[in-house]
Nanobody
Framework: QVQLVESGGGLVQAGGSLRLSCAASGIIFKINDMGWYRQTPGKERELVAGITYGGRTNYADSVKGRFTISRDNAKKMVYLQMYSLKPEDTAVYYC???????????????WGQGTQVTVST
């Protein structure tokens, strides 16, 4: 079994900052790409930021320059540092990891349960 557990969400005023964390645990051979997605009611889940095992990153245009994704491979964790938050950043944020449970199994995506981020005006 694999679990991804997010933490760090909450309520913040516009212009403020938050740091999300996601810890992976369970039977894990290797974690490949990791990322953060977000979703608001009635909309599809969208990629916010992604990071490869080697540390290459990509960001949604809406968060470039404000959000920073990072990871600690030894601790099996991924982080999202969010600055200059805007009301439109309000969403449930989900952690994603593409991982192999063993050396003989295919890479599969796993998701966390989500953490609410609310940015007030």
């Amino acid at each position: 079994q694999v679990q991804l557990v997010e933490s760090g969400g909450g309520l913040v005023q516009a212009g403020g900052s938050l740091r999300l964390s996601c810890a992976a645990s369970g039977i894990i051979f290797k974690i490949n790409d990791m990322g953060w997605y977000r979703q608001t009611p009635g909309k599809e889940r969208e990629l916010v930021a992604g990071i490869t095992y080697g540390g290459r990153t990509n960001y949604a245009d809406s968060v470039k320059g404000r959000f920073t994704i990072s990871r600690d491979n030894a601790k099996k964790m991924v982080y999202l540092q969010m600055y200059s938050l805007k009301p439109e950043d309000t969403a449930v944020y989900y952690c994603n990891a593409d991982l192999e449970m063993t050396a003989w199994t295919r890479t599969r995506p796993y998701w966390g349960q989500g953490t609410q981020v609310t940015v007030s005006t």
